[in-house]
């Protein structure tokens, strides 16, 4: 890239504590490429909108314009809290743990003895949780919500007297905030990771994982429709095909190995990171629609136009986000 | 009467559809500046908060819920009863304390006469004919006073309306809500039958009412 290597910038140092990223000129360059995939993407719509000729043609791509308008959006609101600052992804990946526990709590049955448990979880320890980022004590980060929260979930539901269900209950609140708070928070924490040459790019980092996993999902889906054939478990999902799996993580690993530039990994290792981003993303999709199965919906929730809820859209990004975490923290950080 | 309104109305409709995540789904109606009696199941304190706040704004501004006056008489949860939601405080449970049947009529007359008197020429209830919250499992028996005001005010439309997992989000006895999601649908506008009696009215409105659940189905 024209913009210059990754060590071009290697003695800019962050000289307060929530710098913003805006003269990052390969974020900038990440930016515009997103940019110009939407533009691409709303042409393409617009021309087909033309083109189309009888009702279920029209449907299929009135839902595929909402769902790119919703992506230019949520691409926006990203991007945006980005350029604030880290304290603006802290607010939006906390916000977005917060509807995604929302919408999960919503559909599993809990009894009138766990609401002071659920007040805890929404007000207490998930807030805390994204504070501790923002404080940058790793330590009780890694282990609030593992042992901490996990020791008091129980414990408060029993105290609460009511025993009908209990282990179910106690167990269903404690996955809901593994995977909406705790899992998720792993995205913004990658921000308070010290890695040598990297100093305050790591904006760019969050942004990398966050293409890489939901390009994955986009590219798993198309792929899938234009090849799918063979139904990886058709009882979970119909729309996860072997060749949308294969076809769509090997583009992702692709799109992620060609912006290496823009990460402290060289190209075969922003390959492999790529490759266990896209596969993780795999595994929150399916376990997530296992879930929607077992409880009997379609999706999560409807914020979304055209993709459903907001844990319906992150389901991947809750999987791959705390994998790509450690693998940075161990293999790159000081 | 002329709707006043009050500058925070606004915002603690937003607030209340924040807290309550509801999503509202005209299932028999649509949204109309018409008078109207909207009755609905009682689970919560919210209850009709989040009902006047799923109303289209100039919906909501002849709208007024009626509250039971025990509970809203006293501090801010006054003002912001009287002066925010314009709400119509009745005294809860007169007929059943009365000592005979003419007492009870009597306590009965006096709540109706002051919900004809509210609503005037132009303005809707919420109403919650169940009188008080259940536990979100079943609805109860229907109290009379919705059959005495459908036949004091025969033309307006009684709207059905099913708020679901509102007993979730702040139940009974708790003051911290946690912010689940909640759903309101709207019923098909039901009238009081000209020879119609009193309990095969209520069973019909409350028939119509519950007949808006979703039954685990989404």
């Given at each position: 890239?024209?913009?210059g290597?990754?060590?071009?910038?290697p003695?800019r140092?962050a000289?307060t504590r929530?710098?913003?990223h805006v003269?990052?000129t390969?974020?900038?360059w990440?930016?515009?490429?997103?940019l110009?995939v939407l533009?691409?993407?709303?042409?393409?719509?617009?021309?087909?909108?033309?083109t189309a000729?009888?009702?279920?043609?029209?449907a299929t791509?009135n839902n595929?314009?909402?769902?790119?308008?919703?992506w230019?959006?949520m691409?926006?609101i990203?991007?945006?809290?980005?350029?604030?600052?880290r304290?603006g992804?802290?607010?939006?990946?906390?916000?977005?743990?917060l509807?995604?526990?929302?919408?999960?709590?919503t559909l599993?049955?809990?009894r009138?003895g766990?609401?002071?448990t659920?007040?805890?979880s929404?007000?207490v320890?998930?807030?805390?949780?994204y504070?501790?980022?923002?404080i940058?004590?790793?330590?009780?980060?890694?282990?609030?919500?593992?042992?901490v929260?996990?020791?008091?979930?129980?414990?408060?539901?029993?105290?609460a007297?009511?025993?009908?269900h209990?282990l179910?209950?106690a167990?269903?609140?404690?996955?809901g905030?593994?995977?909406?708070?705790?899992?998720?928070?792993h995205?913004p924490?990658?921000?308070?990771l010290?890695?040598?040459?990297?100093v305050?790019h790591?904006?760019?980092?969050?942004?990398?994982?966050?293409?890489?996993?939901?390009?994955?999902?986009?590219?798993?889906?198309?792929?899938?429709?234009?090849t799918?054939?063979h139904?990886i478990?058709?009882?979970?999902?119909?729309?996860?095909?072997?060749?949308?799996?294969?076809g769509?993580?090997?583009m992702?690993?692709?799109?992620?190995t060609a912006?290496w530039?823009?990460?402290?990994?060289?190209?075969?290792?922003?390959?492999g990171?790529?490759?266990v981003?896209g596969l993780?993303?795999?595994?929150g999709?399916?376990?997530?629609?296992?879930?929607?199965?077992?409880?009997?919906?379609k999706?999560?929730g409807?914020?979304?136009?055209?993709?459903g809820?907001?844990?319906?859209?992150?389901?991947s990004l809750?999987?791959?986000?705390?994998?790509?975490?450690h693998?940075v923290?161990?293999?790159?950080?000081? | 009467?002329s709707?006043?309104?009050?500058?925070l109305?606004?915002?603690?409709a937003?607030?209340a559809?924040?807290?309550?995540?509801?999503?509202?789904?005209?299932a028999?109606?649509?949204?109309?500046?018409?008078?109207?009696?909207?009755?609905a199941n009682h689970?919560?304190?919210?209850d009709?908060?989040?009902l006047?706040?799923?109303?289209?704004?100039?919906?909501?501004a002849?709208?007024?819920p009626?509250?039971?006056?025990?509970y809203?008489?006293?501090?801010?949860?006054?003002?912001l009863?009287?002066?925010?939601f314009r709400?119509?405080?009745?005294h809860?449970g007169?007929?059943?304390q009365?000592?005979?049947?003419?007492?009870?009529?009597?306590?009965?007359?006096?709540?109706?006469?002051?919900?004809?008197e509210?609503?005037?020429?132009?303005?809707?209830?919420?109403?919650?004919?169940?009188g008080k919250?259940?536990?979100?499992e079943?609805?109860?028996?229907f109290?009379?006073?919705?059959?005495y005001?459908a036949?004091?005010?025969?033309?307006?439309?009684?709207?059905?309306?099913?708020?679901?997992?509102?007993?979730?989000i702040?139940?009974?006895g708790?003051v911290?809500?946690v912010?689940?999601?909640?759903?309101?649908?709207?019923g098909a506008?039901?009238h009081?039958?000209?020879?119609?009696?009193?309990?095969?009215?209520?069973e019909?409105?409350?028939?119509?009412?519950?007949?808006?659940?979703?039954k685990?189905?989404?």
């Amino acid at each position: 890239m024209s913009t210059g290597s990754p060590g071009y910038f290697p003695q800019r140092v962050a000289t307060t504590r929530w710098v913003p990223h805006v003269e990052d000129t390969q974020l900038a360059w990440l930016f515009g490429g997103v940019l110009g995939v939407l533009v691409l993407a709303s042409a393409i719509g617009a021309v087909l909108k033309q083109t189309a000729k009888n009702d279920a043609a029209h449907a299929t791509i009135n839902n595929l314009n909402a769902r790119t308008r919703a992506w230019w959006k949520m691409c926006a609101i990203f991007a945006l809290t980005l350029l604030i600052g880290r304290i603006g992804s802290l607010v939006l990946f906390g916000l977005l743990s917060l509807l995604a526990l929302r919408e999960y709590i919503t559909l599993i049955p809990t009894r009138r003895g766990d609401h002071r448990t659920l007040v805890w979880s929404f007000f207490v320890i998930t807030p805390l949780q994204y504070y501790l980022i923002a404080i940058r004590w790793y330590g009780f980060f890694a282990i609030m919500i593992p042992a901490v929260a996990f020791l008091f979930i129980p414990t408060r539901i029993a105290m609460a007297g009511d025993t009908e269900h209990f282990l179910e209950r106690a167990a269903k609140i404690q996955f809901g905030i593994m995977i909406c708070s705790y899992c998720l928070s792993h995205a913004p924490a990658l921000l308070i990771l010290r890695i040598p040459g990297f100093v305050g790019h790591d904006a760019r980092l969050l942004f990398y994982l966050v293409l890489v996993d939901q390009s994955s999902d986009v590219l798993q889906y198309v792929w899938g429709r234009l090849t799918g054939r063979h139904k990886i478990a058709a009882q979970v999902s119909p729309n996860k095909t072997w060749e949308g799996f294969v076809g769509g993580v090997l583009m992702a690993t692709a799109l992620g190995t060609a912006l290496w530039w823009a990460t402290p990994f060289t190209p075969l290792q922003a390959a492999g990171t790529s490759l266990v981003i896209g596969l993780l993303g795999f595994a929150g999709g399916l376990v997530m629609s296992a879930i929607k199965r077992d409880v009997g919906v379609k999706d999560f929730g409807a914020i979304i136009e055209g993709h459903g809820g907001i844990l319906d859209r992150i389901d991947s990004l809750c999987f791959a986000a705390p994998i790509f975490f450690h693998l940075v923290r161990y293999f790159f950080a000081a | 009467m002329s709707a006043v309104i009050h500058p925070l109305a606004s915002v603690l409709a937003a607030v209340a559809r924040g807290i309550s995540g509801v999503q509202v789904r005209w299932a028999g109606c649509r949204p109309e500046e018409k008078q109207r009696i909207y009755f609905a199941n009682h689970t919560s304190h919210l209850d009709f908060v989040v009902l006047w706040a799923a109303l289209p704004g100039e919906v909501r501004a002849r709208t007024r819920p009626v509250a039971a006056k025990d509970y809203w008489e006293k501090g801010l949860k006054a003002y912001l009863a009287q002066r925010v939601f314009r709400a119509v405080l009745v005294h809860r449970g007169g007929t059943a304390q009365a000592g005979n049947r003419e007492e009870a009529r009597a306590a009965a007359r006096t709540v109706v006469d002051r919900l004809a008197e509210a609503m005037g020429e132009t303005d809707s209830l919420i109403l919650f004919p169940e009188g008080k919250r259940g536990t979100g499992e079943t609805v109860g028996p229907f109290r009379s006073g919705l059959y005495y005001l459908a036949k004091r005010r025969p033309e307006v439309e009684l709207v059905p309306a099913y708020l679901e997992n509102m007993n979730r989000i702040l139940p009974k006895g708790e003051v911290l809500p946690v912010p689940l999601l909640s759903l309101l649908t709207f019923g098909a506008p039901i009238h009081i039958g000209e020879t119609e009696d009193k309990r095969g009215f209520l069973e019909r409105a409350c028939a119509a009412m519950s007949a808006l659940r979703r039954k685990g189905e989404s």
